[in-house]
């Protein structure tokens, strides 16, 4: 961790200046609500004022699978889902697809840590096996989800990942997840970094019973117990109770953030590696704008834990980096917005009694 | 009113049929929250399932000036700004300009009863104009609106103009509104129908100070005294307390429905012209969706009336029909979402555990 560069912070200067722009446009101070603030953001991360809309906006999503899901069955659904939405996304028939064509959002997948045979993808799409790190992360209530070795090589993966992506253009990212039993790990991250019992924190993930619930809140709370120790570590946390997928999903919000590349974070497994990507540079989340709400409770302790203040919020638990999608032309708008709307002097238009 | 045909129900097999889909489709059942209500209505309100995204969807402007604007100085901006603002959306200034571009909609701009010279308009689009109703609606506090004459033909005007527009292609509309002082009226009609006190419905408009809010809390309050007697005859009390863009406005709203083309209803005034034309026939509302809540209270006390659940919560107070205009997109979303994505079957993915 010793050699990660520091985040810089974004420029106030052109928040401040896309904030007085907003008075001049035609419309009452303020009217724009919301958008006014997504427009200051805009600003900042783009260094410039009116900032220009996003071109090339690019998810990434990174798919593992998790042992707790098989041992402890904290599940709805069997492990094997998560290799057949792999092959769903490459298809182009999930629902993040079905959102990025319509915003004209290009869509990468990668197996971080897949439960599938090693070649399940080589006559379709090798490159998207091509990074994995292991088959499958460990049961984290009773084991390590990962070798150290392991974990830097994720942290690493998710960097060179956000690297090749804004060298190749990408100016707005957006990291998307997909694996089985995801948010038993989130939701442990996200209690430890919260400091929030585990029944606090574990939700209905895919829509589990009540049943399960309790078999799921009980592996959160072993599992929490175990990485107690590793607060301190963020790296060691997520070998300790994490998992390959979200080291490398940690590792590609923190090198975003040092590209000043802003990210527009989806829901309970981004909020959770925003929490440990906090936890290494505060200033990484400055970077962040909280695209949705998701029904699960640790997503919302991520969200308050960052104050951080979701553009959407309409009851989804999908991941994918829907909710991040939806929040998308929201900022669009905000952008265009303030580079576009005619000024009180250009339209001539009065302004407001003194 | 007595040649007013019945308002048609949407099918509601399509939107069973679109829930249905909804379970079929590769994520967790209810994964996408509101958007599978959302595809539900779009699914009853086209008749088919799966639906199409909306194709030509276009915004009708209704401007107009209010006499209370000037005699109670309810507004902080000069009626002027009126007729300005009906230039900058002709030539492409305004907010709703900005965001109609953004998302392929065409913009029409009517002047219903602006208080500007008869020719302002002659050498740029003379046919905005061409409609107008009367010159500034009457002052409500002390007097009527309109005259019997000239709501009725405001009203038949807005009926006019939908049918133009459907017979053009438009397949779903959305009301937009300018005119200082229009809160003002709008929070009138919305006391009336919601039966609230004037000061539940009086708010800070175009953003006014705590000694404006007060004479205009007043003017309300008087307005809606002068109208009670004519609750049960909703044109007489549009002529009464409302004015002519709302009155346009009214059958506008009520000639979609009748002609079964959705709605995104805007802000405070579409809120309050929703309650008119619910008072007229009830099924109307069925083929409306709330796009967003204002800040303003008469516009939560609208929705809560009438029951419609925003899309949009941004703290914007604009009109225009900019805040019905964000929720688009997520209309759209919700309709491509149900169209394109793949079915467990189709996909090979496995579906929950028993």
Redo the contacts between chains.
Sequence with gaps: MHDLPQVPLPDDEMREAALARQLR???????????EELSGWASAVQGRCPPTRFQRPTVVIFAGDHGIAATARTS???S??TA??V??FI?G???V???A??AGVSVRVLDVSVDAEPDYLDAIAPEVASHRIRRSSGSIDKEDALTSTEVHAAFELGRVIADQEIDSGADLLIPGDMGIGNTTPAATLTGLLTKLDASKVTGM???IDDRTWMRKCAAVRDAMHRGRADLGDPITLLARVGGADLAAMTGFLLQASIRKTPVILDGTISGACALVADRIDYRAKLWWLAGHRS?EPAHTAALNHLDLHPV???????GEG?GAL?AL??L??AT??LA???TFD????????A
């Design positions: 446009l035609t419309k009452p101070a303020g009217a724009l609500g919301r958008l709805a659904y069997p094997e889902v057949q939405m092959l769903n298809a028939g999930a629902a697809n079905v959102l064509r319509q993930g895919t829509g029904t959407i919020d309409y009851s989804m638990r999908l829907t939806l032309p929201v669009q708008a265009s917005l576009e709307m005619s250009e339209a001539g238009v009065s302004e407001q009694d």
